[in-house]
């Protein structure tokens, strides 16, 4: 059986997109012979996009904090644009926004994917303990023996032995179909209903964005929603998302007119109607996905990481940055195991895996949060508590978008904190409105004579039953 | 591209195991052309039994309801034998029995799976509307074209032409794979720590059953347990279920044997320590795995039914009495759209599918009951009540078990039922203790003379507080 050319077997990581190329840097930093095995030809030498991703991504702390432990946070950050707030465009145009967070560093940013990809495969080819094979797809894997079997070429294949496979190849893992044949993998795929397709907001003619740059823009319409991230050539990516049924009954120019102009009539012009057209019957629609398996690192060898571990939808903008945290917590692990690759990845495995099931789960409510919730007053009021508690202590109460998206708590805690915060709002508002009805009763009484039965039946009565309600809530 | 042999396209079955025999029997007696592939060769012909799979089943209402459908239940029944409660085996010996139901007719019956598979091919085989192809494994389904691919001989294929696949190949099954690389299928599979292995307790001596026949035999164990199925020879098929790390580490005769006198020690001496050693290290070990997924129907031409539509874990009986209903319910589909396949399937589909989701759910949930539940002096109790509540309104209070085994009542709507029946009589014994307890202080106070502070100050307040918590419950 050959092994691989430079006679050293080391580490293979297949699939080479943003979660793949960032862990092959962070393993050649740490000294490991790294063979990345990537199944597209070299997009830095390709035109155009790749088809079905999304163009620009959302980059928050944990995606930041994976970057910068390779050193690469400035070099990013360098072109991306911040985003401090939603910005919010109801039907009746009177646009409003609301903030992150409450922190001049709240805020995330929106990078372009491709650029991104490109950084991280320049950097892993600077490494001298990094070899890329592009055009190089894993076909086949035999977990007991460590060999894996790639294409070659178009007809061609290649057997190669490895010490340790990391599969970062996306939500469809071929290295994930090989664990499930294998041994016993517990797993989990959800198709949403909301299909995408992406649309492009040029620069104005004087070759300024159309729309206010710092924001992540959201036209909230319940059942459909589109969101527009900045690009950093002024330009804006907007990402229509609606239930599939919706995109096949706009068949024409006519019906897709009709379209904007009911649910997104002030769009349009900014978007112009050449534009629309074009993008919207020559892009690709794209479906959504949300994955959960356990575990993840199976036979001793082999470790999936990203979205072919846990594959969100995009409404959380985690699904970068949670792959990204998955690469700094393994190389935390490897610090912690003294580099021994297989206990990192025990240790990965026990820590780890189901804080990814929760920012699955997240994702998914935040799908409805982001389509809904965003319009009704109850939101934004409790929104603003949030904010206003998490002024007053900040380090006791963090509402929950700042935990998932401006700290590195793990999601599991995350969901925890967040339920314990949400239970003492609840309880305190309770508190409050019933002693705010116990003194206004009390008021009554007194100026109307009746203090003494109030006295003496009435309030042991209420008291009793207050404290029951309240013991309950 | 040959068509099958007849010239006929007809429908093609993918499995030949118990539901795809029966749907086999049932679509033929319709005036179907029907093809049945079955992977492996014929059973009838083989010696042994199939390895990995129970021997006996207990059929239920369900089942029996499919089989009279296709005029086979007493020929089914004249051979099985009826099992009217459960036979609880304590560690100390001083076993006692949980009936069914409260019927004469509310019992199980002890099937063999052999035995019943071979009844329903030679039946499949009887009607000339029914090919039956062996040694035919689907390798690949094209489901835009019909286009089926089967194995033909060693290393031979074979294409085929079918208006329309039913996969009925398991809870692994390829029709499912398929559906998954054609379309949307949101799919869950679980696999439980719990592994399990079959022993044998042979007839006495004298030629009789080594204990009551009319029983299942639950060796309950809280981690883990032991259940035992009467055979038509006089024999008992013991299925022992434990988490697979216990069967590691039972390596050698010596350590079956402790123990089994250490958890079984009633049980040694009827198995027998010869029988006991054979069989547990010669059967395969099996392990289990929850399937959900939907839809079951795709493409307008392919449905799966049984295990490969929904496996469940064994603790309910239900996996092929769940599987013989999808039969039922695709025949009932079938009339009420006027023999039109793809209107009866998507019939099949809006109306079944939820329902099978609940039979993996309540599955699960009996995994726990059956290991532990049944030693707690509380859960007899509630079994006891609920007998009695069913006894007194046979048809308003069905317990849940019942309704499982039963009835015809669907799946969901059982859990539905059993949740209103639940709180039903929650709220019951709410308020029965509480009235007893306010009788019991009003006694209290009347003769301690403090009647008049009871009447005006305190009863008003406890009955607040009544109210106050039955409203909760």
């Not at 320049?122 to 076909?139: V, W």
């Not at 900040?394 to 339920?419: C, D, G, K, Q």
Request: glycine share 8%; net charge positive; aromatic share 10%.
């Amino acid at each position: 059986m050959p092994e691989q050319e430079d006679g050293n077997k080391g580490v293979t990581i297949v699939g080479g997109g943003l979660v793949g190329s960032l862990l092959a840097v962070s393993l050649g930093q740490r000294g490991l012979r790294v063979h990345l095995h990537e199944s597209r030809s070299d997009i830095r030498r390709a035109a155009g996009v790749s088809g079905g991703r999304s163009i620009n991504l959302a980059l928050s702390r944990r995606g930041r904090e994976a970057l910068r432990a390779v050193g690469l946070e400035d070099e990013v950050l360098s072109t991306a644009i911040p985003m401090r707030a939603r910005m919010i465009h109801p039907l009746s145009g009177n646009q409003y926004s609301i903030p992150y967070g409450t922190k001049r560093d709240d805020c995330i940013y929106s990078v372009n994917r491709r650029a991104l990809n490109e950084l991280l495969l320049t950097k892993a080819e600077e490494s001298p303990n990094i070899s890329i094979h592009f055009e190089s797809r894993l076909l086949q894997a035999d977990l007991e023996t460590n060999t894996l079997v790639f294409s070659d070429g178009a007809t061609g294949k290649k057997t190669v032995q490895t010490e340790f496979v990391f599969g970062c190849d996306g939500a469809h893992s071929t290295v994930r179909r090989q664990m499930m044949r294998w041994g016993r993998l517990n797993y989990q795929q959800e198709y949403i209903q909301h299909g995408y397709r992406e649309l492009t907001m040029p620069p104005t003619p004087s070759g300024d964005f159309a729309m206010e740059p710092n924001f992540l823009h959201i036209w909230p319409h319940h059942k459909f929603m589109m969101i527009a991230l900045p690009n950093h050539d002024k330009s804006f990516t907007l990402t229509l998302l609606m239930p599939c049924s919706v995109f096949e009954s706009i068949r024409n120019e006519y019906s897709l007119l009709a379209f904007f102009q009911a649910h997104f009539p002030h769009s349009i012009n900014k978007i112009g109607v050449e534009h629309l057209y074009k993008d919207y019957f020559a892009n690709p629609q794209g479906k959504m996905i949300s994955v959960k398996c356990s575990p993840h690192f199976m036979a001793g060898n082999t470790l999936i990481l990203g979205d072919a571990a846990h594959a969100v939808v995009p409404f959380y903008g985690q699904g970068m940055n949670a792959g990204f945290e998955d690469c700094l917590v393994l190389t935390e692990c490897l610090t912690e195991s003294g580099g021994e690759l297989a206990a990192a990845a025990q240790l990965y495995q026990d820590n780890h895996w189901s804080d990814t099931h929760t920012i699955c789960d997240l994702s998914m409510y935040n799908y409805i949060e982001m389509r809904s919730h965003v319009t009704s007053p109850l939101f934004l009021i409790r929104k603003r508590i949030d904010n206003a508690l998490h002024y007053l202590f900040p380090s006791l109460f963090i509402p929950l978008y700042s935990m998932v998206a401006f700290t590195r708590i793990p999601y599991r805690r995350v969901v925890e904190r967040h339920n314990v915060q949400q239970t003492v709002i609840r309880r305190g508002l309770w508190g409050l409105s019933l002693a705010s009805l116990g003194l206004l009763g009390y008021l009554i009484f007194k100026f109307s004579g009746m203090e003494v039965a109030l006295r003496h039946r009435i309030l042991p009565c209420v008291f009793k039953c207050v404290v029951n309600n309240y013991l309950r809530h």
